[in-house]
């Protein structure tokens, strides 16, 4: 089946406006700069294929990090790469530097940031990606149901919890540095 302009153009359109929101998605889950890019490649070639109607999509934002998601699932799948486990290990940083956390500039408030992300990663990985796409991306509570395929409440509620879990491990994190400075 050929395809029509009217998806040529749609596709072209989503490339422009969200292919960084699909390669940083795929990183994520990934932690590999090339695989991610190679995954982003594969996501919109998908929305080019015969089966996939890209003009009845309502959120193409959302549905494009679905996507990902599941693209970056198979080729985890495909590259014996994958398995159980956070989404945000510490050794990411170790590959990549700490200048690959967002917010890090090296500076005393960039070092918080660096403690944010540390503690973000030892949250379950529901949580983290929720709190990821909610505020590094941006999307809405409507956004990520879509994306992780659960209701608008229930994302509400990983929110509260994560940012429960967050806020005592940020907690624990800075009365072990003040005993610390104590002693």
């Known amino acids: 089946m050929a395809l029509d302009d009217a998806t040529r153009a749609t596709v072209a359109r989503w490339v422009d406006e969200h292919a960084d929101t699909v390669v940083k998605t795929a990183y994520y889950y990934l932690g590999d700069r090339e695989a991610a890019k190679d995954v982003a490649q594969e996501v919109f070639l998908k929305c080019l294929s015969s089966h996939v109607r890209p003009q009845g999509v309502r959120q193409p ?3 494009l990090v ?3 998601r599941n693209a970056c699932t198979d080729w985890r799948r495909a590259n014996r790469n994958g398995g159980a486990g956070p989404l945000l290990p510490l050794e990411w940083l170790d590959g990549h530097g ?7 500039t090296g500076e005393a408030d960039s070092v918080e940031a660096l403690l944010l992300w540390d503690a973000v990663a030892r949250l379950p990985s529901v949580q983290q990606e929720t709190l990821l796409l909610f505020y590094y991306f941006g999307f809405g509570t409507r956004e990520i ?4 395929r659960r209701r608008e409440s229930t994302v509400r509620g990983i929110l509260t919890r994560a940012r429960a879990a967050l806020r005592k491990r940020l907690e624990e994190t800075s009365d ?7 002693k």
């Open 61 to 63: 934002r959302a549905w």
């Open 66 to 68: 679905r996507m990902t």
């Open 98 to 104: 700490a200048s690959a956390v967002p917010g890090y």
């Open 145 to 148: 149901a879509v994306v992780l």
């Open 176 to 182: 072990e540095g003040r005993s610390r400075r104590q």
